[in-house]
Every structure is written in structure tokens, then in C-alpha cells.
């Protein structure tokens, strides 16, 4: 049995996701085994202070080290290990893969928006999906926001933005940044009618669950919007005791909504898929097109 595994270090947690690769009808597939989320919260230090903390330097320390001694025991075969947003504003970034380096002899590579683009979109969704139609493919994370446009299944542009959630709660996000989305996204979908949107990360995989949709089924505007005014109507401390929310759930949900139905509005996208698989499955199955494929 082969096992990788993808490290996934964004803005707002860290995670771990071990996956047992297997052959099927010629194609290899991946069945994930282990999933760990650990909320760093990163983006707060290198957002607001362009540099990451000694205190959170070494909590990610630890938390690497753990990683390291799991896939010892999973006896994971291959792995890549990825940091996002955070890493790439934080002045230390480049010191911190260097101390990973010597504490856990794991190899830490920072990636740029493009390239986390790319390796979000390595999980074909679009494919299992009308291709027939065009989709507006949305990850929102903690510091950035990742856009796509797939016409027949291929895609046609892709961009990343300095847009998140944790940055819009330390109030990061600049009004030039949401300019630049909007036109970007106005320009590279004016030419589609009737566009889809495929929405992906922690966040709207809460929100789907929240909606009671039915598997595989699309979450329409309508249901996002009602999900959003009641989310809002709660206090912080009510949507941890009330709604049951995770504390580092509670307070990125509403940016994140907040992304998602600006974008839908911006674009007339009535209906969003919502795949469940994000950052972490788009390196396992990176890993599978580079190693195996």
C-alpha cells in the first residue's frame, strides 16, 4: 500500500492529511486515512506584524515535529509539504523553513498565489461536473482568495487575491484588492451566461453542512444569503454555544461568507457545487500526477 501525505500550512490552521493510494481500473485513486487540523492562526502575526512570532514559530515547530513522527508511523512513502498567504508576507518566512529543515528534516516550500491555484485545481472537480457549463471556482482561505474560470472543463484564467478571512478580521484587506477582484472577475466572465460556481475550503464546507443540502446537490444563493443573516444575528460567543461552531470556526465563517456572496452577486451565480476537498487533496493528488501518472 503507498501512502502520502500533504502538509498544508495557511493562515489560519495547519493540516496533515495521510492518503492510502490505490490502483482501480488503471487510474490510481486516493481514500484519505488520516486528517488532522491544528488553528495556528498565522495570518494574525504576519498580517498585521509582517513577521511571524517567536511563540507561533514554535508552536508550527511542534506541530511539524508531530507531522514527522506520524508519517513515520503511517510509514507515508512521498509527501509535499506547502505554506501559503501567511508564510509569504511573514519577513521570517524563508528563516522558519530553514529551522523545519534542521528540527524535522521535513522540506517546507512556500508557494506563490498562482502555484496555489494551481495545485487546488489539480482536483479535477470541474470534471465530475456539466461541462457544458462555465464555473467560477472560488477557495477562499485565511489570507487569500483563489479564482478560476473553467469553460468546457478546461480552465481560461486563474488568479489569486490578497483576500481572506483572517486578513479581513484584522481589517488587512485593502479597498484596491477588492477593486482588482471585482474587475478581474467582471472581464473574465462577461462573455458567459448562466455561470456556476464551485466553492471550496474549510469554510464553505461548514456552510454546506449548516445548509442541509443533499450530497452532491448545488447551495443556492438564496440559502447562502439566509445562512449569512443568521449567522449574523448571533454574537461570537452564541455561534460557539449555540450553533456549536469550533471558536476558530466562529469568527472566520462570516468573512468567508462574506467573500463568497460578493463574488456569486458580482457574477449572477445563482448556485455554487461545494466538493468538499481543498488545498491538502490537491497535493495528494498533485503527488499522484508527478509520482504515479
Not at 524535522?104 to 465530475?128: C, K, M, P, S, V
Request: glycine share 6%; proline share 2%.
Amino acid at each position: 500500500m503507498l501512502r502520502y501525505a500533504a502538509i498544508d500550512i495557511g493562515s489560519n490552521a495547519v493540516r496533515l492529511l495521510i492518503a492510502d493510494i490505490s490502483k482501480q481500473d488503471g487510474l490510481y485513486k486516493y481514500k484519505k486515512n488520516t486528517l488532522i487540523r491544528v488553528p495556528l492562526r498565522l495570518g494574525d502575526d504576519a498580517f498585521l506584524d509582517q513577521k511571524i512570532s517567536p511563540k507561533k514559530v514554535g508552536d508550527l515547530v511542534k506541530t511539524m515535529t508531530a507531522f514527522k513522527n506520524l508519517m513515520d508511523v503511517y510509514h507515508v512513502t512521498e509527501y509535499l509539504a506547502c505554506a501559503t498567504s501567511a508564510m509569504r508576507e511573514a519577513e521570517n518566512g524563508e528563516e522558519i523553513v530553514k529551522l523545519i529543515k534542521d528540527e524535522t528534516n521535513l522540506t517546507l516550500e512556500i508557494i506563490e498565489g498562482q502555484r496555489e491555484a494551481n495545485i487546488i485545481y489539480a482536483n479535477h472537480i470541474e470534471q465530475d461536473l456539466d461541462q457544458s457549463k462555465t464555473y467560477l471556482y472560488i477557495d477562499v482561505g485565511g489570507g487569500s482568495t483563489e479564482l478560476s474560470v473553467f469553460v468546457n472543463g478546461a480552465p481560461e484564467a486563474s488568479k489569486s487575491f490578497n483576500i481572506g478571512t483572517i486578513r479581513m478580521l484584522d481589517n488587512q484587506d485593502k479597498e484596491e484588492t477588492w477593486e482588482e477582484m471585482k474587475t478581474w472577475v467582471k472581464d473574465n466572465t462577461k462573455a458567459y451566461k448562466s455561470l456556476a460556481g464551485i466553492g471550496t475550503g474549510g469554510n464553505i464546507n461548514k456552510l454546506f453542512r449548516m445548509a442541509d443540502e443533499k450530497e452532491n446537490a448545488p447551495m443556492s444563493l438564496q440559502k447562502l444569503n439566509s445562512l449569512y443573516n443568521k449567522l449574523t444575528s448571533y454574537s461570537l460567543k452564541e455561534r460557539i454555544h449555540v450553533l456549536g461552531l469550533n471558536p476558530d470556526r466562529a469568527d472566520v465563517i462570516i468573512p468567508a461568507c462574506e467573500i463568497y456572496l460578493t463574488l456569486m452577486k458580482w457574477t449572477g451565480i445563482k448556485q455554487i457545487y461545494v466538493p468538499k476537498v481543498g488545498m491538502a487533496d490537491g497535493i495528494i493528488k498533485l503527488l499522484i500526477e508527478e509520482k504515479l501518472d
